[in-house]
Structures are given as C-alpha cells and as structure tokens.
Nanobody, 126 residues
C-alpha cells in the first residue's frame, strides 16, 4: 500500500498563495504518478494537477494553468502544489492520490486512482 499525507492548507485572502505538500510512503514503487484533486461541497472531485515520478511530466487543469505549479522531491517522495493568485472558486478540500500509470488520460481521472490522502482544506476569502 501507499500512504499519502497532505499538509499546507488553510485560509488565505483573494489573490494570495499557498503551498500544499503530499508526502508518500509505503510501497511507493507501485506509484507511477501523483495527482492533486479538489472537491467543493456538493461537487464532484475534480482534477487539478498531476506529475509522473520517473520523467516529471506535468499536467494541469485549464482552470489552474498559469497559477498553480506542481513539483516533486524524489528523495523525500514529496509532491508540492504551489498555488498563486487564489480566488474564492479555488475553495475546496484538496486531495492527493497515487496512480500506477503515467498516462495523462488516466492521471486526470479520479476513478483510476489506487490510494488517497485524507485531504486538506483550502479556503479563499473574497
């Protein structure tokens, strides 16, 4: 199994920044990519960004392109999500997930993920 622990959420004003972290442990050899998703109340979990462990390919949702950046630390097995120019529509619980493929098509699909963290709340005030 792969264990994932998110951190870094909080309350921030419109236009502010936050950096989320997702620390992976356990059987990480089974993890080919790690993705960030978010879920607002009453809405489905939606893809935000993803990164492949081996080559570092990065994928973003259109809503966050140019504002969010995903990076990884291969030694520490941590993936970061730097979020800039935040707006109230970014308010949600943010989850990181582990998936056993590097295919962009599947990295964007929550249903394909094998493991999830517990989530971290991000609230952007107007």
């Amino acid at each position: 199994q792969v264990q994932l622990v998110e951190s870094g959420g909080g309350l921030v004003q419109h236009g502010g920044s936050l950096r989320l972290s997702c620390a992976a442990s356990g059987r990480t050899v089974s993890s080919a990519s790690l993705g960030w998703f978010r879920q607002a109340p009453g809405k489905e979990r939606e893809f935000v960004a993803g990164i492949t462990w081996d080559r570092g390919f990065k994928f973003y949702a259109e809503a966050v392109k140019g504002r969010f950046a995903i990076t990884k630390d291969d030694i520490k097995k941590i993936v970061y999500l730097q979020m800039n120019s935040l707006n109230p529509e970014d308010t949600a619980v943010y989850f990181c997930g582990s998936i056993a493929t590097s295919s962009e098509r599947y990295v964007r699909l929550a249903i394909k993920y094998d493991y999830w963290g517990q989530g971290t709340q991000v609230t952007v005030s107007s």
